[in-house]
């Protein structure tokens, strides 16, 4: 069983920065991909970002360039900087890892961006 630790939520003024952290633990194998999705109040989960094994990417358009994947697989461990945070950023992030043929989930932390 995997286990997921997310962590650097919180408050944060619209143009700020936060850098979100999600460490995985108990897996026998090989992690996949590693993600990050959202969810606001009202609205569906979506992607954020995510990174494959071999380091290709994808982000959600309404991102793109100003969050930044990145992950240290010696630490099982994925990361989410954003910058030049907006209002519209304000949801749960959620930590999605793949361990083929399951997905595993972090409990997901709170970011809030005020204007």
């Known amino acids: 069983q995997v286990q997921l630790v997310e962590s650097g939520g919180g408050l944060v003024q619209a143009g700020g920065s936060l850098r979100l952290s999600c460490a995985a633990s108990g897996s026998r194998f090989s992690i996949n991909t590693m993600g990050w999705y959202r969810q606001a109040p009202g609205k569906q989960r979506e992607l954020v970002a995510a990174?494959?094994?071999?380091?290709?990417?994808m982000y959600a358009d309404s991102v793109k360039g100003r969050f930044t994947i990145s992950r240290i697989d010696a630490k099982n461990t994925v990361y989410l900087q954003m910058n030049s945070l907006e209002p519209e950023d304000t949801a749960v992030y959620y930590c999605?890892?793949?361990?083929?043929?399951?997905?595993?989930w972090g409990q997901g932390t709170q970011v809030t961006v005020s204007s």
């Open positions: 990174m494959s094994r071999g380091g290709s990417t």
């Open positions: 999605k890892v793949i361990v083929p043929p399951i997905n595993y």
